[in-house]
């Protein structure tokens, strides 16, 4: 039966930009409760393996977005909502007229790049996309269209998470930056 802490990564470091001894100190408590840690974050996830290198505390990392869920001891992203390639070519060749820009884990994708990074999400602007056309989750702004797999959001990706961790809910703890200081 696993048992999960999820907490904020930005509540982890402090204002020097690292972790605490204090908050060393406190995780290794919840780490010998045998509780696995999962963070949250927006920052990317070669900055959050970073931290991650000295005091090894992370066992999960989440995408606030929604973009992935990564198992750091198996090394490799679990969930992954990217494109796929052969989606992103059909975009490229039907909007190829249009400004379209490819948005990764770290921002806009140079077009140069598309075909070696993940793309999570794609905004194509002055069009209209009938979501027949694709079968996937669309929303429209005022100048543009958004793109993505399904639609990506950190409680969407929690609720995959979940199931595929088969965790019941009196095994899952929120901490929070006074907890952990």
């Given at each position: 039966m696993?048992?999960?802490?999820?907490c904020?990564?930005?509540?982890?470091?402090?204002?020097?930009?690292?972790?605490?001894?204090?908050t060393?100190l406190?995780?290794e408590?919840?780490?010998n409760?045998?509780?696995?840690?999962?963070?949250?974050?927006?920052?990317?996830?070669?900055?959050?393996?970073?931290y991650?290198?000295?005091f090894?505390?992370?066992?999960?990392?989440v995408?606030?977005?929604?973009?992935?869920?990564?198992?750091v001891k198996?090394?490799?992203?679990v969930?992954?909502?990217?494109?796929?390639?052969?989606?992103?070519?059909?975009?490229?060749?039907?909007?190829?007229?249009?400004?379209?820009k490819?948005?990764g884990?770290n921002g806009i994708?140079?077009?140069?790049?598309?075909r070696?990074?993940?793309?999570?999400?794609?905004?194509?602007?002055?069009?209209?996309?009938?979501n027949?056309?694709?079968?996937?989750?669309?929303s429209?702004?005022?100048?543009?269209?958004?793109?993505?797999?399904?639609?990506?959001s950190?409680e969407?990706?929690?609720?995959?998470?979940y199931s595929?961790l088969?965790?019941?809910?009196?095994n899952?703890?929120?901490i929070?930056?006074?907890m952990?200081?």
């Open positions: 696993k048992k999960v802490a999820i904020k990564f930005e509540d982890l470091i402090g204002k020097e930009d690292a972790i605490s001894v204090n060393m406190n995780i408590k919840i780490k409760k045998k509780y696995l840690l999962l963070v949250h974050s927006n920052k990317n996830l070669e900055e959050l393996l970073y991650n290198r000295d090894p505390f992370i066992d999960y990392i995408s606030e977005k929604g973009y992935y869920f990564y198992d198996k090394g490799k992203k969930i992954n909502n990217k494109f796929s390639k052969q989606i992103i070519n059909k975009i490229c060749k039907m909007f190829k007229n249009r400004t379209i490819f948005i884990e994708i140079k077009e140069n790049r598309i070696d990074e993940d793309i999570y999400e794609i905004n194509i602007f002055d069009s209209v996309i009938k027949e056309d694709f079968n996937l989750n669309i429209k702004e005022k100048d543009r269209v958004n793109i993505t797999i399904k639609e990506l950190y969407n990706i929690m609720k995959d998470i595929k088969k965790l019941k809910e009196e899952i703890i929120e929070n930056k006074e952990l200081n």
